[in-house]
């Protein structure tokens, strides 16, 4: 019975700490705080929140783990199964294999927080990555360049977070690039829409 007891006292903590990331229960969070947690994350990493808002319902329709039992993007889930698609897609933003450094592949699966701030934080590289394929990379290859005249986009300007979400789940052919800016360079008051011009 002591060593039962030992072997509790061990174990429980470990059991309460996996709990408490919902990877037993599979638990989403409510609106508002997922909302709230978009807000935070849009501040701390420069990109807009309704953006954010509108990855994770394209990837999940906000969902870490399945709400309800039934088919879902291909496949067949049990309330509460962690939702991954297909072609390996993790969790609320269907975070697919390394897109940034460092990614803790455990925790994308059980922390949707922490999924959440891998799939804003990918955005962002994928924003940044964008104006060094059209400054750098295109010239090299004899593809277009944006101009340099050109300024570089403001992230509150949501047109110009364009190749970021093209580029996703991947990048795309580096001439693509280039003509949405060349586009947006050649009647730059036809795409201006501010972040906080949309509401949810």
Avoid at 16 to 21: K, M, R, S
Avoid at 35 to 61: C, F, N
Avoid at 144 to 156: I, K, M, S, Y
Avoid at 176 to 198: F, I, K, M, Q
């Amino acid at each position: 019975m002591d060593t039962l007891r030992a072997r509790c006292a061990v174990v429980a903590p470990a059991f309460l700490a996996v709990l408490a990331t919902g990877a037993l229960a599979g638990t989403n969070p409510g609106p508002d705080e997922c909302w709230a947690e978009m807000v935070r994350l849009s501040k701390v990493h420069g990109v807009p929140a309704p953006l954010i808002a509108a990855v994770a319902h394209a990837e999940s329709s906000w969902q870490q783990f399945a709400r309800a039992t039934g088919n879902y993007a291909g496949r067949y889930y049990n309330e509460g199964d962690l939702v991954e698609s297909f072609d390996g897609g993790i969790g609320m933003m269907q975070i697919t294999g390394d897109p940034i450094s460092g990614i803790d592949h455990d925790r994308i699966r059980t922390d949707w927080k922490y999924n959440l701030e891998i799939g804003v934080r990918t955005l962002r590289f994928k924003y940044d990555y964008s104006w060094y394929v059209v400054s750098v990379i295109n010239p090299r290859h004899g593809l277009p360049a944006v101009p340099n005249w050109f300024p570089r986009g403001d992230p509150e300007i949501l047109e110009n977070w364009w190749y970021g979400l093209i580029c996703y789940n991947g990048y795309s052919p580096a001439s693509t690039v280039a003509e949405v800016y060349l586009a947006r360079a050649e009647n730059p008051g036809a795409y201006r829409l501010h972040a906080s011009d949309v509401t949810l």
